[in-house]
């Protein structure tokens, strides 16, 4: 099958048919593991933007602009010697930083994570749990 002319007919093709369709399109071979209804969103959106001027060019540097990634918000830096508290079902749990890892209650632990599973009994990420990225624990 050679190009199509409306996007409706893409509903009705087969996989060969879109690879093929693609090629043309794209000038390059479709992705091998994109599933049909995938191949299909994609052409359909090539061609309407082909076919109404392609992206208006404001919307093009909104999306560049926003295509770079925001750093992540870093874990500030944990000394020997700090604490840590929380306070979980009106119990506050207090968390101290050795040269190993953490202790809490008497206990040795490698990571944060561990001490906020042992406190909540779900899993959590340790350093949010306690308070120390990003959004607050509740």
């Given amino acids: 099958m050679t190009k199509t002319s409306d996007v409706a007919d893409l509903a009705v093709m087969g996989r060969s048919d879109l690879v093929t369709l693609w090629q043309q399109l794209f000038d390059q071979p479709a992705p091998a593991m994109l599933s049909q209804p995938f191949l299909r969103r994609f052409i ?15 919307v093009k540097a909104t999306l ?4 770079g990634k925001k750093p992540r918000p870093t874990c500030p830096a944990l000394k020997p010697g700090g604490r840590l508290l929380r306070e979980w079902n009106s ?3 207090v968390v101290d930083v050795t040269e190993d ?22 899993h959590w990420s340790g350093p949010r749990f306690l308070g120390l990225t990003g959004k607050a624990a509740k």
């Avoid at 890892?101 to 009994?121: C, D, K, M, P």
């Fill in 44 to 58: 359909a959106f090539e061609m309407q933007s082909r076919r109404h001027g392609r992206l208006p060019r404001q």
């Fill in 64 to 67: 560049e602009k926003g295509s």
């Fill in 91 to 93: 119990v506050t749990h």
């Fill in 101 to 122: 890892g953490f202790t809490w209650n008497g206990r040795s632990y490698r990571s944060l994570s561990a001490i906020a599973r042992e406190i909540s009994g779900a």
